[in-house]
T-cell receptor, first 114, second 110 residues
């Protein structure tokens, strides 16, 4: 399967600060990248869909000004959590897709906001 | 009613047994069906990808899709302790957005 990396794998930040998470598609050019959030023992919740060079499409209930997504190239997408609060603490996972619905996921980033 | 229903288990089987997992769904527009394996604190790993109805086999894994019943299955033969994980079904329509099941936690006992 395709390889997708995420950085950092874990991050702890103070309330009010911003955190950037990178998602890279290492061995293929991803036409579309997705960002998910996963709470403990819960399934994945889609936050937004991004296509290279265009604005991200956010799911209902996801604040686009809080979760800034940039998809600068076919291999890199970034998620910035702005003015983070403890309730933003979660496991954030990205995925990349080159063909239809086949998505390959990154290893995830665990964010803890203190 | 959730769009995708999956029994969260947990499911515990002895080593060598067949693991049987399934999901039901309500959206008739779903065309793409996937099974992912997720280990604790890791991202999901794509196991099987199927378009429309039918069966697909890959090593010890067999995926079945019955669109008329809105029912998909994953079978794991000769299960191993390393198969212990959470298994997520996922599906999408032509917008390629995935809808996930809740995930089934599987433990294979040595």
């Amino acid at each position: 399967g395709a390889v997708v990396s995420q950085h950092p794998s874990r991050v702890i930040c103070k309330s009010g600060t911003s955190v950037k998470i990178e998602c890279r598609s290492l061995d293929f050019q991803a036409t579309t990248m997705f960002w998910y959030r996963q709470f403990p023992k819960k399934s994945l919740m889609l936050m937004a869909t991004s296509n290279e060079g265009s604005k991200a499409t956010y799911e209902q209930g996801v604040e686009k000004d809080k979760f800034l997504i940039n998809h600068a190239s076919l291999t890199l997408s970034t998620l910035t959590v702005t003015s983070a609060h403890p309730e933003d603490s979660s496991f954030y996972i990205c995925s990349s897709s080159a063909l239809a619905a086949e998505q390959y996921f990154g290893p995830g980033t665990r964010l803890t906001v203190t | 009613q959730k769009e995708v229903e999956q029994d969260p288990g947990p499911l515990s089987v002895p080593e060598g047994a067949i693991v049987s997992l399934n999901c039901t769904y309500s959206n008739s527009a779903f065309q793409y069906f996937m099974w992912y394996r997720q280990y604790s604190r890791k991202g999901p790993e794509l196991l099987m990808y199927t378009y429309s109805s039918g069966n697909k086999e890959d090593g010890r894994f067999t995926a079945q899709v019955d669109k008329s019943s809105k029912y998909i299955s994953l079978f794991i033969r000769d299960s191993q302790p390393s198969d212990s994980a959470t298994y997520l079904c996922a599906m999408s329509a032509n917008d390629y957005k995935l809808s996930f099941g809740a995930g089934t936690t599987v433990t294979v006992r040595a």
